[in-house]
C-alpha cells in the first residue's frame, strides 16, 4: 500500500486502523478523513528534527493553507508548533479555535489595509512583509495602535526548485517577495529598519511546493546567508531569524520515493553551519513553514461510485459523487493520486478515467486508474494522500456541499468539519 497508515482486512481497505466503508456507510460521502495520529506524528517528526538540527528556539510554523479548520489550530497549539497564517480568515479561524496569536507568522503578497489592521489588533507574532507599499502600511498602523511590530521581510533567492509552475515561488520573477539579484532587496531591508513602528527580527523566504530535489534548501541557505552577511557589512545591521518557508514533497503514488525530511533538515542545518562560519556571521533562529509535509499523507477521500461507463474502442469511466468541488488538484495541476476500491481487490482489473460530478469534461479526479473490473454502482472508491490543499481549495461549483472532514483517532472518529446541507448553499442568497 501507498503509506502504512492504509490497509486491507480481507478485501475490505482500512485507514489509520479503521474500516472505510463501515464510515462511508455510517456518515455518507464525499467525505474526507483525516488520521490525528499521523497529523501529530509528522508534527513530532519536525519538531524533534529541529531540536536537534537547529537548537532550542528554532520552530516550525504549521502552513494551515494546506487544510485549515479549528480543530487543526487546535492540535497545533498542543503540539507545540507555530502556524502560518495568509488571511484575515485564517487568523480568525485560529483565534477562534484559541491558537496563541504571538505564535502566529502572517503572510500575502497583497494584505489590505483591514488585514493589516486586524493583524495588529489581535496581536499576530509577526508579519511576513512582502513589499514596500505593505511596509508603509504596516508601520503606519503599528503606530497608530501604538506598538512596533516584528517584522520577516519576504526575499526572492532567484532559486528555480524545479516543481510545478503554479507553486514556483523563488525565481527572480516571482509576485512574491524582493529579489536578491536586483538589488531591491538590500534597499527593502534598509528601508525597513528606518521605519519606528517596526522591528526587522530577519528575512524569509519559500522556494516553491512539492520540492524533492535535494540541494533546493541548501542553496537556498548560501543564498540567504550570504545576504544576511552583506546587510551585516553595508548597513551594519544583523538579522537574527531566517524563515526558510516550505515545501516538502509527499509522496502520492507507490512508484516515487520517500523523502527522509529529518535527514534533509540535518543537511541544511549543516550548510547553515557552513555558510556562517564561512561569512562569521552568528547562527540565526531557524524557522520553516511546511504544510504539505504535516497533512497530506494524514488524508483520504471517500467517493460512491455513480455509474460506470464503457465506450468501446475509446476509454472507460467510473463516475463519483464528488469530483474537481472537492479535490481540484488534478483540473489545477494535472497532480497524480493513487486509488484503490474499498472493497474489492484482486481479480481482473481495467483501466477507467476516475471522473466527478461537475458539469465539465475536466472534472477528472484522476485519469487511467486501475480498478476492478466489476467495478460498479454503490461501490466506494478510496482517493489517497488528499490531506493538503483538497479541503482547503474545495469550492461550491455547481452548488455541490462541501464534505465532512472526519477525524479518525486510536478510539475511535468525531467530526472536526460537518458537511454543507442544500441551506447552507442559500444562507448568503438575499
Ligand atoms: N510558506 C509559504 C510562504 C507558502 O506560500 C507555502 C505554500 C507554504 C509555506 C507551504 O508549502 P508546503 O509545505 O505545503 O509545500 N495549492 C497547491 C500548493 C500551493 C502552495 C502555496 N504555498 C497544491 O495543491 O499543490
Known amino acids: 500500500m501507498l503509506s502504512d497508515n492504509i490497509g486491507r482486512e480481507g478485501s475490505r481497505l482500512t485507514f489509520a486502523g479503521h474500516d472505510v466503508t463501515a464510515l462511508a456507510e455510517t456518515y455518507g460521502t464525499p467525505l474526507y478523513l ?3 495520529g499521523r497529523i501529530r506524528r509528522n508534527c513530532r517528526m519536525y519538531l524533534q528534527a529541529f531540536r536537534s538540527s537547529f537548537g532550542g528556539d528554532s520552530l516550525p510554523l504549521y502552513a494551515s493553507k494546506a487544510a485549515s479548520f479549528k480543530q ?10 507555530g502556524v502560518d497564517t495568509v488571511s484575515s480568515g485564517e487568523i480568525f479561524t485560529a483565534l477562534s479555535a484559541g491558537f496563541p496569536p504571538e505564535r502566529m507568522v502572517f503572510h500575502g503578497n497583497a494584505k489590505t489595509d483591514s488585514d493589516i489592521r486586524y493583524a495588529v489588533s489581535v496581536g499576530v507574532g509577526v508579519f511576513v512583509v512582502d513589499n514596500e507599499e505593505e511596509l508603509l502600511a504596516l508601520n503606519r498602523e503599528a503606530g497608530q495602535q501604538g506598538i512596533k511590530q516584528k517584522v520577516l521581510l519576504r526575499i526572492t533567492p532567484g532559486i528555480d526548485p524545479h516543481t510545478y509552475d503554479a507553486v514556483n515561488t523563488g525565481m527572480v520573477d516571482s509576485k512574491f517577495g524582493v529579489a536578491v539579484e536586483t538589488g531591491q532587496a538590500k534597499a527593502f531591508v534598509a528601508q525597513a529598519i528606518g521605519l519606528e513602528n517596526l522591528l526587522v527580527r530577519g528575512v524569509h523566504c519559500h522556494v516553491g511546493s512539492q520540492v524533492f530535489e535535494e540541494d533546493v534548501f541548501q542553496r537556498t541557505v548560501d543564498i540567504m546567508v550570504r ?9 551594519g545591521y544583523t538579522l537574527r531569524e531566517l524563515n526558510l518557508g516550505g515545501g516538502y514533497g509527499t509522496r502520492y503514488l507507490e512508484s516515487e520515493k520517500e523523502q527522509d525530511i529529518p535527514a534533509r533538515i540535518a543537511e541544511v ?12 556571521f552568528p547562527l540565526p533562529r531557524v524557522l520553516m513553514e511546511p504544510g504539505r509535509s504535516i497533512v497530506a499523507d494524514a488524508g483520504m477521500t471517500l467517493y460512491t461510485v455513480s455509474s460506470v461507463k464503457r465506450i468501446p474502442g475509446y476509454k472507460s469511466y467510473v463516475a463519483v459523487d464528488g469530483g474537481m468541488t472537492d479535490n481540484p488538484r488534478y483540473a489545477l495541476y494535472g497532480s497524480r493520486y493513487t486509488v484503490y476500491h474499498a472493497e474489492k481487490d484482486g481479480g481482473t482489473e481495467a483501466v477507467f478515467d476516475l471522473v466527478g460530478r461537475c458539469c465539465e469534461s475536466g472534472d477528472i479526479i484522476q485519469p487511467e486508474v486501475h480498478l476492478p473490473e466489476n467495478t460498479c ?7 489517497c494522500t488528499t490531506g493538503a490543499y483538497n479541503y482547503s481549495m474545495a469550492s461550491n461549483y455547481n452548488r455541490i456541499p462541501r464534505p465532512p472532514v472526519l477525524m479518525l483517532t486510536g478510539e475511535g472518529e468525531y467530526l472536526a468539519v460537518k458537511r454543507e446541507s442544500l441551506e447552507d448553499l442559500c444562507a448568503f442568497d438575499l
Open 377 to 383: 454502482r454503490g461501490d466506494h472508491i478510496a482517493v
Open 34 to 36: 483525516m488520521d490525528e
Open 269 to 280: 542545518a549543516q550548510r547553515l553551519r557552513e555558510q556562517c562560519e564561512k561569512h562569521a
Open 72 to 81: 487543526m489550530y487546535r492540535i497545533m497549539a498542543q503540539e507545540g508548533m
Open 227 to 235: 545576504f544576511m552577511a552583506q546587510i551585516r557589512d553595508e548597513l
